[in-house]
């Protein structure tokens, strides 16, 4: 009973009371969705008439009439068709030559394609933990190979990427668990960061400010001692040079200073409208 009463009588003294800071948990995102998978695009454009590969390559569909055809179309076919399709579309974007079915680009190309045959049965059926199961599986798999092409060349893996539409998302060094206390201190590291920002960027600026009348005095008072030295016929100390310098110092002081009054107008302007 006491101790309530003393910290009612008595606030704590910390940086929550001194700072007003509210967390909110960040919103959950399961492992396939393309945010974390790094999938920039979703399943590629196939025509609704595009035929599989293993109907089209026979004899008696190319001199079928065209009410056959649309029968063996990706239209009227199941979903399998249409996601090998999708896998021979990507693979047909980084393959090397017509044979190439087993080196780490078109393996990345293949595992992709069926990631994204996944992600929209995933974006359908949400509790079909099959798939889930399955689509984390081969994001962890393409990783990895993503990693190895990445330290064996680099350069065909940025080409990958671009090929893909992909952002390489690497595992993490370190795990740690998401807690209030910890993303309440990283907030307020955040906010005094922002306040030493916005101090230092003041007193910048009247530094700035001051700069002007400093420089204008300075020359004032080089020219003075120049003129004094060469009456009373002391050697000259104060070179033309030393001076053209401060004039220049000082001539782009007040073009910099001109910005800045036309940019604080504009603000103004602005914020009036």
Same mark, same amino acid.
């Given at each position: 009973?006491?101790?309530? @009463?003393?910290?009612?009588?008595? %606030? ?6 001194? *700072? ?21 695009? +979703?399943?590629?454009?196939? %025509?609704?008439? +595009? *035929?599989?590969?293993?109907?089209? =390559? ?18 009227? @076919? ?6 090998? @399709? *999708? ?38 059926? %949400?509790?079909?933990?099959? +798939?889930?199961?399955? *689509?984390?599986?081969?994001? /962890? #798999?393409?990783?990895? =190979?993503l990693k190895f092409l990445r330290q ?13 539409? =992909?952002? $390489?998302?690497?595992? %993490? ?20 960061? /922002?306040?030493?920002? &916005?101090?230092?960027?003041? $007193?910048? &600026? ?10 204008? !005095? ?10 004094? !030295? ?13 001076? #053209? ?17 036309? +940019?604080?107008?504009? #603000?103004?302007?602005?914020? =009036?409208?």
């Open positions: 009973m006491l101790r309530r @009463l003393t910290t009612s009588i008595i %606030p704590s003294r910390g940086v929550k009371q001194l *700072v007003n800071i509210k967390w909110v948990r960040p919103e959950y995102v399961p492992a396939y969705k393309q945010e974390r998978s790094g999938d920039l695009e +979703a399943l590629p454009k196939i %025509p609704t008439n +595009a *035929v599989p590969e293993v109907y089209a =390559l026979t004899d008696e569909l190319k001199d079928a009439p065209e009410s056959v055809k649309k029968i063996f179309s990706v239209e009227h @076919l199941g979903k399998k068709e249409y996601n090998a @399709l *999708v896998k021979k579309e990507l693979i047909n974007r980084v393959r090397r030559h017509q044979y190439d079915d087993n080196t780490a680009e078109t393996r990345i190309a293949r595992i992709t394609g069926h990631i994204r045959c996944l992600q929209d049965t995933m974006e359908k059926f %949400p509790r079909n933990v099959k +798939a889930k199961q399955t *689509v984390q599986e081969l994001i /962890d #798999k393409r990783k990895k =190979l064996y060349d680099y350069k065909k893996f940025e080409w990958l990427l671009e090929k893909l539409n =992909l952002e $390489y998302k690497a595992h %993490p060094e370190t795990y740690y668990k998401l807690s209030r206390k910890e993303s309440l201190r990283k907030l307020t590291e955040m906010h005094c960061e /922002d306040i030493r920002r &916005n101090k230092l960027a003041d $007193y910048r &600026n009247l530094l700035e400010s001051q700069q002007g009348p400093f420089l204008k !005095q300075k020359l004032e008072a080089l020219k003075f001692i120049k003129s004094e !030295q060469i009456e009373l016929q002391l050697p000259v100390t104060v070179s033309e040079q030393d001076i #053209k310098k401060v004039e220049e110092q000082l001539e782009d002081w007040r073009i910099k200073d001109e910005i800045k009054q036309q +940019a604080r107008k504009k #603000k103004r302007n602005i914020l =009036l409208d």
